[in-house]
C-alpha cells in the first residue's frame, strides 16, 4: 500500500486547531480535522500519533484515516476537510410522456374484478401496454404523489 505523508503549515494547523475548537461545524468536518492533526508530520506539530493510537482514540477505521491521507496528498486541504461530492450519474427511466400515461390510466375504470387501480396493477399494466420496459410499483407511487402534490397548489 502506497504511504501518504501529511505535512501541514503553520496556517494550516491555526485553521485545523481553531475548527476543532470552536464555531458549528459538520462532525466528520471536526473528526477529518483531528486526523489531520494527529497524522502531521510537519515541523510545526511537537507529537506524532501511529495510526492505530488515532483509530483507537477517535473510534474509526484505520482505512478512514489512510483514506483521508490520500485526499488530503492528492487533492489538498479544502478537498480533505469536505465531504466529497457524488459523481454517478442516474438516467431518469421515465419522462413526462410516460407520467401522462400512468395519469390517464390511473384515472380510467380499473379492471374487471377489481374496484380500484392498486400501485401494482398500474406497474403492470403499463408493462403489459409497453408504455416502459419495466417499472416498480413504488416508482408507481412517487410519480402519482409528485402529481398530487401539483395539483394540491
Known amino acids: 500500500m502506497k504511504k501518504y505523508i501529511v505535512t ?8 485545523l486547531t481553531e475548527l476543532t475548537g470552536k464555531g458549528k461545524h459538520r462532525s466528520q468536518t471536526i473528526l477529518n480535522a483531528l486526523i489531520l492533526l494527529g497524522c ?6 511537537t507529537e506524532h500519533l501511529t495510526n492505530e493510537e488515532m483509530s483507537r482514540v477517535l473510534n474509526i477505521s484505520m482505512r ?4 483521508l491521507k490520500k485526499r488530503f496528498v492528492e487533492e489538498g486541504f479544502d478537498a480533505a476537510l469536505d465531504r ?8 431518469k427511466k421515465t419522462d413526462g410522456d410516460f407520467e ?4 390517464a390510466l390511473s ?9 380500484r387501480w392498486s400501485l401494482r396493477l398500474l406497474a403492470d399494466k403499463v408493462v403489459e401496454l409497453q408504455y416502459i420496459d419495466n417499472i416498480s410499483h413504488e416508482s408507481v407511487r412517487r410519480i402519482l404523489k409528485k402529481r398530487n402534490q401539483t395539483v394540491a397548489t
Open 8 to 15: 501541514l503549515s503553520e496556517d494550516e494547523r491555526k485553521k
Open 107 to 115: 384515472c380510467s375504470q380499473p379492471p374487471d374484478g377489481f374496484v
Open 64 to 67: 478512514k484515516i489512510d483514506r
Open 40 to 45: 502531521d508530520t510537519g515541523g510545526f506539530q
Open 84 to 91: 466529497k461530492k457524488g459523481t454517478r450519474i442516474y438516467v
Open 100 to 103: 401522462a400515461h400512468l395519469i
